[in-house]
């Protein structure tokens, strides 16, 4: 992935996005997606996957906003879609937790805005790797603009 991850409390545990949605998408799993505008909780964002890891992104995303249950948080707007996750675990969480009791206790939300991120791959019951094109290049310039506001 090429962005930028950071974490605010986890008061902030509401997230609406105008993008693909209402499920995570990635960019080889976005077809069965709809644009519109979603909302959630950040908690709803953690897959149940047998094993816990990466989820809950969202392609093409125009705006989002993760905020308290008062109103009040972070609005997050990019210059060009963007591709955003929400959830109540780092990566490093997720990848060291084999089950999901193994998950600590949530204090915070982590946020993370991709230009790009790499897809998911696996077509096929044989394990086929991503394909080439959902992959990020690494030998060309990126470029990840979008603003952050406070909002109530």
């Not at 094993?51 to 109103?71: F, H, L, M, S, Y």
């Not at 791959?121 to 603009?145: C, F, H, I």
């Amino acid at each position: 992935a090429f962005g930028v991850t950071w974490k605010v409390p986890a008061d902030y545990e509401n997230l609406k996005w105008y993008g693909n949605g209402p499920w995570e998408t990635y960019s080889d799993r976005k077809h069965g997606a709809r644009l519109g505008i979603f909302s959630n909780k950040v908690q709803d964002n953690v897959a149940a996957y047998v094993i816990p890891q990466e989820c809950g992104n969202k392609t093409d995303v125009r705006w989002a906003r993760v905020t308290d249950n008062q109103g009040f948080g972070l609005e997050i707007v990019a210059q060009e879609d963007m591709e955003l996750s929400a959830l109540p675990y780092t990566s490093h969480e997720l990848e060291n937790a084999y089950h999901h009791y193994e998950l600590p206790p949530v204090h915070h939300t982590v946020i993370t805005v991709n230009k790009k991120q790499m897809g998911v791959g696996g077509d096929d019951s044989w394990g086929a790797p991503v394909l080439p094109e959902y992959l990020v290049p690494g030998n060309k310039p990126m470029k990840l603009e979008f603003s952050i506001r406070m909002v109530k």
